[in-house]
Nanobody, 123 residues
Framework: QVQLVESGGGLVQAGASLRLSCAAS?????????MGWFRQAPGKEREFVTA????????YYADSVKGRFTISRDNAKNTGYLQMNSLKPEDTAVYYC???????????????WGQGTQVTVSS
């Protein structure tokens, strides 16, 4: 079993930055897992934000965050990160960390989910 624990969410003003972390643990987790971030706003479906391959060489971003968000990982620490800059009120959502044995682009491809962390951006 794999456990993912997010941290770093909070309440910020528009234009500010936040960095989310996702600590992975568990007997079966290894750096060969791809990692990703999704978000879910009230009344909306969970949506893809970004993903990174196990090596870190491949990344992919939703158009809505491209140029503002950066995903990274530190395999020595089994931790993934999401740096969010120039935050907008429409970025307000619960952000979920995800892990899978293959590259993640949709919720159906996710093997493990974190519990989520709230990000609120005020205007």
């Amino acid at each position: 079993q794999v456990q993912l624990v997010e941290s770093g969410g909070g309440l910020v003003q528009a234009g500010a930055s936040l960095r989310l972390s996702c600590a992975a643990s568990g007997r079966t987790f290894s750096s060969s897992y791809a990692m990703g971030w999704f978000r879910q706003a009230p009344g909306k479906e969970r949506e893809f934000v970004t993903a990174i391959s196990w090596s870190g060489e491949t990344t992919y971003y939703a158009d809505s965050v491209k140029g503002r968000f950066t995903i990274s990982r530190d395999n020595a620490k089994n931790t993934g990160y999401l740096q969010m800059n120039s935050l907008k009120p429409e970025d307000t959502a619960v952000y979920y960390c995800a892990a899978a044995r293959r590259f993640i682009l949709t919720t159906k491809q996710v093997d493990y989910w974190g519990q989520g962390t709230q990000v609120t951006v005020s205007s």
